[in-house]
DNA sequence: CTTCAGGTACGATGCAAGTCATACCTGAAG
DNA sequence: CTTCAGGTATGACTTGCATCGTACCTGAAG
């Protein structure tokens, strides 16, 4: 079984600092620009993200993304899944999933 | 007169790391909202945000906001004036000023 | 001129946060 | 069983940043 292992916060009780926070880092906001990208949602591996970190570090920053309720750690017992939750930010928080597509300055919208 | 006196990065050249790290902090997170509350966009006084920190800390507040492209600080020699750029900002990150409104769980939109 | 309030510049301090090293746990594969 | 990869826990280190103290600047009012 598999399901929301590792809890964050609900939908209603997400904090627009903690998700600001979360935000304000760049390997964070790098795991969120590029999960808010794919529109199918599907569970990536933790180490399906390019990151320049060690693990130690990731395992640290994907706690702080499910802490601040961005995603959800699905704990496989020796691996773990991520999964955005996407319902519950665009629900709290419309249109902020858009905005991480807008990095590139005049290259916004990814579709 | 008085244009924009102290300079921040041109709309295009917004980013969204460096306002997003803005953001994050408590304090300039509530001038911010104040600022977007505003529809008339009116310029504001440095103290007229009822913020419990010295008045350096409060400059320093002030200069990311600006460096971050958020506001313009007009220099009038012994005063300064805040405005918020909203244009630039819907420009360049459409709908981030509607974020901060929803501060509250279940009571968002200040109209 | 002097006085005073608003702001800035510089420096110091204290705390939060990102990072990694070491050690350990878990489950799958030999 | 052993081995190995993925992940976590703990602790230490280091950087960044919010904060303030002191000193100085600016312009208006007396």
């Known amino acids: ?7 964050g916060p609900e939908a209603d009780a997400l904090d ?6 979360a ?8 795991v969120m620009t590029e999960l808010a990208a794919d529109r ?3 569970e ?6 390019d990151l320049p970190i ?6 640290h920053h994907f706690r702080v993304l499910r802490e601040a309720g961005l995603i959800d750690e699905i704990d496989y017992g020796n ?17 902020l999933l858009t905005l991480l597509g807008a990095e590139s300055p005049g290259g916004p919208a990814p579709r």
């Open 23 to 30: 935000l304000a880092d760049e390997h964070r906001r790098a």
């Open 1 to 7: 079984m598999a399901g929301r292992n590792l809890v």
């Open 44 to 49: 990536r591996g933790c180490n399906s993200f």
């Open 54 to 59: 060690s693990k130690q570090t990731q395992t």
């Open 40 to 42: 199918g949602d599907s």
């Open 79 to 95: 691996r773990k899944g991520i999964r955005l939750r996407r319902a519950d930010i665009e629900k709290r928080f419309p249109g």
């Open 16 to 21: 627009l600092g903690a998700v600001l926070r």
